[in-house]
């Protein structure tokens, strides 16, 4: 569905009369719409929209997420290591590294008490953090890593009729992205600010509800022999 097909069915739902809804607004709302239902997606299952990437970490040095991706991810999923700058391969199996949060002191000292630390064998296999738009590498490499990022991209801003809700991706959810946009509207027009916390947790619930039955969350019969 489109952004154009949307806006009708808005202002059908609406019962609009004459044009009530002047275009520019509408545009608002239905982006409005669109990235809320994104998000809430984004948080039940990020694999509608996954994307990856290889990278290669300069050494003594980070990545700068905006050039190297194209823009600053809305999220960073995961970073696995590659042996190569190319595509994962049965020669090339991407090795997934550890997160640590940007405040977590990662000197040796202090780590050596860490059981992660242990485990990761010291700091033979580094650790990734993000800076604002910056991925790091702790402990600072001294030679080039190749790496595979794994991140979702920001909703793209909807500003031609022609212009897909959702990317374009997960069909299922367009009917949402247009039932968003009239509580929006409706709230408009009955004079009253937007429950915006409310709103949320409804566009939540109702993803929730949809993956239950879908295809990550849905029951699984389990054959057991009874040899």
Request: charged share 20%; aromatic share 8%; hydrophobic share 35%.
């Amino acid at each position: 569905m489109d952004m154009a097909t949307a806006k009708t069915l808005v202002k059908d739902l609406l019962g609009e009369r004459g044009s009530y809804w002047p275009d520019a607004q509408l545009t608002r709302l239905v982006n409005q719409a669109n990235r809320l239902v994104y998000r809430a997606i984004c948080q039940a299952d990020p694999s509608y929209f996954l994307t990856k990437a290889v990278a290669t970490y300069p050494a003594e040095g980070e990545i700068d997420l905006t050039a190297t991706l194209g823009a600053n991810p809305y999220r960073v999923s995961g970073v696995s290591k590659l042996k190569e700058s190319a595509v994962p391969s049965s020669t090339n199996t991407p090795m997934a590294l550890e997160y640590v949060d940007i405040h977590q002191d990662a000197e040796p000292g202090v780590k050596a008490n860490d059981p992660n630390y242990q485990e990761w064998g010291g700091f033979s296999h580094p650790r990734w953090t993000l800076l604002q738009d910056k991925l790091q590498l702790i402990p600072i490499p001294s030679e080039a890593v190749y790496l595979y990022i794994a991140y979702i991209a920001h909703p793209t801003t909807l500003s031609a009729g022609a212009n897909p809700l959702l990317e374009g991706k997960c069909l299922e959810y367009e009917d949402l992205v247009v039932a968003t946009c009239v509580k929006l509207c409706q709230s408009k027009e009955r004079g009253g600010g937007v429950d915006a916390e409310g709103l949320y947790q409804w566009i939540k619930d109702e993803v929730r509800g949809a993956e239950r039955t879908g295809r990550t969350d849905h029951s699984k019969i389990i054959y057991e022999s009874p040899y």
